[in-house]
């Protein structure tokens, strides 16, 4: 009797000492797969910060060019675009507001020029506009 049993719980053993590897295994993959998932995202946000940014170079080269340019534009770079929202103007000082989606990142940039020289005054990332 004591033979019969031994090979059950060898059995037994087997499949739950199965069980925890494939358990720890699953746990491991699926921790780097979110991590390769939030590293995408990451780089997708960084694109979309740069393409935020061209707008607003392309805005400051506009308004150099002409001082009533009002924004309000959609420009196209490489094969991705970005958006120039209608600018205001406070004073001395025009805001420039530009917004950039890639692959679900978003980013929003207000920056506050010097409408005299063109010197920036602030630069900030905003939520929403």
Do not use: H
Request: hydrophobic residues 45%.
């Amino acid at each position: 009797m004591n033979r019969n049993n031994s090979g059950y719980i060898a059995i037994i053993s087997t499949i739950i000492i199965s069980l925890l590897l494939m358990g720890i295994i699953f746990a491991v993959n699926s921790s780097s797969f979110l991590t390769r998932s939030n590293l995408l995202n990451s780089e997708f946000k960084e694109q979309s910060f740069a393409l935020a940014e061209a707008c607003v170079d392309s805005a400051l080269l506009k308004l150099a060019q002409n001082a009533s340019y009002s924004g309000n534009e959609n420009v196209l770079i490489g094969n991705d675009q970005c958006s120039i929202l209608p600018m205001e103007t406070l004073s001395s000082q025009k805001i420039i507001k530009t917004k950039a989606i890639l692959k679900k990142a978003i980013t929003n940039l207000k920056i506050t020029v010097n409408s005299s020289n063109l010197s920036i005054i602030s630069w900030e990332e905003v939520s929403k506009f």
